[in-house]
């Protein structure tokens, strides 16, 4: 999976529509093979980050669980700290 696209799902305050399509576009991105798309498939690359985010929104507003929901904060802590020890300070 892409590093860039990060779990949106079971955090309280819960993912923002910025987030959502972040990633969508993160995810187009990495298929289509190419950060910015020429200005002849653009139309259809901004279609495909939009009909993604909207699928991703309902999905994410479907799911069910009995988790607690994670703390951004402290999951962004733990992430720094793999990172560190992975790549050093």
């Given at each position: 999976?892409?590093?860039?696209?990060?779990?949106?799902?079971?955090?309280?305050?819960p993912?923002?529509?910025?987030?959502?399509?972040?990633?969508?576009?993160?995810?187009?991105?990495?298929?289509?093979?190419?950060?910015?798309?020429?200005?002849?498939?653009?139309?259809?690359?901004?279609?495909?980050?939009d009909?993604?985010?909207?699928?991703?929104?309902?999905?994410?507003?479907?799911?069910?669980?009995?988790?607690?929901?994670?703390?951004?904060?402290i999951?962004?802590?733990?992430?720094?700290?793999?990172?560190?020890?992975?790549?050093?300070?």
């Amino acid at each position: 999976m892409c590093r860039n696209i990060k779990v949106l799902y079971n955090f309280e305050p819960p993912a923002t529509d910025d987030e959502i399509r972040a990633a969508a576009l993160q995810f187009v991105r990495k298929i289509s093979g190419s950060a910015k798309p020429s200005a002849a498939n653009e139309a259809a690359f901004n279609r495909a980050v939009d009909q993604i985010a909207q699928a991703s929104a309902i999905l994410l507003g479907s799911l069910v669980t009995t988790a607690t929901p994670r703390n951004r904060q402290i999951e962004a802590a733990r992430a720094r700290a793999r990172s560190a020890q992975r790549f050093g300070s």
